[in-house]
C-alpha cells in the first residue's frame, strides 16, 4: 500500500446495526467479533498501515464501547478521538459533525461497515494529483443496479449521482470511502441531518465543484447484514480480505483461547472458534463465526452461521445461514435454514423446528 502523510482519518461508527439484530443487541456493529477482533480492529489496522495516524470517530449509539476498547489508539499506533453525535445526523452531518477536530488538509472518511481492500495511499494520491474538492472511492460490481451509480468522464471526474436504477450506465458504485478537502467538510451545514449521497454531492457538482472518482476493483463488502457479516469474517480468516488485526495465522480455522473440536469433528471456510467454544464428536462447522464460550453439540451442523456469545446447538441439529442472539439454546434435532434469527436466550426445545419431512 502506498503511503500516506498529512491526511487525517474519519471513520462514522454511529449506526445502531438494525440489519444485524440480534447480534447488535450487545454490541454496536463495528465493535462484533469479527475474525477474532472487533470488526472496527480490522478497518484501523488498514488506516495505520496507509501512514494514517490520527483518526476521529464519529459515535452515537454505544459511543462509550469504543473510547471503553480503544481508548486512546496509542496500542495500535494511532492517536483516536472521539466525536459523539447527540442526535442522528446521517452521513453529511456526522462528516461535519467531527469538523473541530480535524487538522490536516485531507481528509479520508470511512463508513464504518465496510470491508475494502482499496490502496489507501493511491487513493490520496490521486485525489490530491487531481486537485480535487472530493474524491470519492468508485467501485466495480457486477451487478449495479443494486446500488446507486456513479459515472465518470474521461478524466476521472464525477458527471452524476444516480439512484439505483434495472439498468445503470456504469458498473461503477459509491464504496462509502472519500477524501475530503477540509474546506469542503467545513461547509457542510452545521447541526441538522445532511445526506452526502443527495445533498452534498450533487450541490458540490451544481456548483461546478471538481469531484473526482477512483475507480477499483479490489476486496469490497458491505458487512451491514448477516449473510455478509459472515462472509466478512471468513473472508479475513482466509487472507481474501486485508487486515493487519488477525490474531492468528491465515487459513480454514481460526481458533482463539480455549476452544476446543473434537477429533473427528470437521471446522473449515474460515470459521472463527472464539474463546472456550466448543465443537463436539462428528459435528461440522464451515464458515462460521462462534463467540466467545458458544458450544455445537456432537452431529450438529453449523454453516454460515453466527453463533453469540454462549449459545449452544444441541446434536444434530443443522443451521444453515442462521444468527443466534447471546445464550440462545437450540434444542437437539431442530433444523433452522437460511435468515432464521433467534433472540437472545431464547430457548427451542429439542425437534421443535424443522423444515425437512424426514423428522
Excluded at 477499483?216 to 481474501?240: C, H, I, K, N, Q
Excluded at 473449515?268 to 455445537?296: E, I
Aim: hydrophobic share 40%; proline share 6%; net charge negative.
Amino acid at each position: 500500500m502506498t503511503s500516506v502523510t498529512g491526511a487525517d482519518a474519519v471513520v462514522l461508527v454511529g449506526g445502531k446495526g438494525t440489519r444485524l439484530r440480534p447480534l447488535t443487541l450487545s454490541a454496536p456493529k463495528p465493535m462484533l467479533p469479527t475474525a477474532g477482533a472487533p470488526f472496527l480492529s480490522h478497518l484501523l489496522s488498514r488506516i495505520r498501515e496507509a501512514g494514517i495516524t490520527h483518526v476521529v470517530l464519529g459515535t452515537s449509539y454505544r459511543a462509550e464501547v469504543f473510547e471503553d476498547y480503544f481508548g486512546d489508539g496509542s496500542s495500535l499506533g494511532l492517536e483516536i478521538e472521539y466525536v459523539v453525535e447527540e442526535e442522528p445526523l446521517d452521513t453529511g452531518g456526522a462528516i461535519r459533525n467531527v469538523a473541530g477536530h480535524l487538522r490536516a488538509d485531507d481528509v479520508v472518511i470511512f463508513n464504518g461497515d465496510i470491508l475494502s481492500g482499496a490502496d489507501l495511499g493511491a487513493l490520496v494520491a490521486t485525489h490530491r494529483d487531481a486537485s480535487a474538492d472530493v474524491t470519492l472511492h468508485l467501485q466495480r460490481v457486477a451487478d449495479p443496479s443494486r446500488f446507486g451509480s456513479v459515472p465518470t468522464d474521461a478524466n476521472g471526474r464525477v458527471t452524476a449521482f444516480l439512484e439505483k436504477t434495472p439498468n445503470p450506465p456504469t458498473d461503477q458504485i459509491n464504496a462509502g470511502c472519500y477524501v475530503f478537502r477540509r474546506e469542503v467538510v467545513e461547509a457542510i451545514p452545521a447541526g441538522r441531518r445532511v445526506s452526502v449521497e443527495r445533498e452534498t454531492f450533487p450541490g458540490l457538482l451544481a456548483e461546478g465543484a471538481h469531484v473526482h472518482g477512483f475507480v477499483d476493483s479490489s476486496y469490497w463488502l458491505d458487512v451491514g447484514t448477516p449473510e455478509a457479516f459472515v462472509r466478512g469474517s471468513a473472508d479475513l480468516v482466509r487472507g481474501l480480505a486485508p487486515t493487519s488485526a488477525l490474531p492468528g495465522p491465515v487459513g480454514e480455522v481460526l481458533r482463539l483461547d480455549g476452544a476446543t473440536v473434537a477429533d473427528d469433528a470437521e471446522v473449515t471456510g474460515g470459521t472463527t472458534l472464539g474463546a472456550g467454544s466448543v465443537v463436539g464428536a462428528g459435528a461440522r462447522v464451515k464458515g462460521s463465526v462462534l463467540f466467545d464460550g458458544a458450544r455445537v453439540e456432537d452431529g450438529a451442523v453449523v454453516e454460515n452461521s453466527v453463533l453469540g456469545t454462549g449459545a449452544r446447538v444441541g446434536a444434530g441439529a443443522v443451521l444453515r445461514g442462521v444468527v443466534l442472539g447471546d445464550g440462545a439454546s437450540i434444542g437437539a434435532g431442530c433444523e433452522l435454514l437460511d435468515g432464521a434469527r433467534v433472540w437472545p436466550d431464547a430457548v427451542l426445545p429439542p425437534g421443535s423446528i424443522r423444515f425437512s419431512s424426514d423428522a
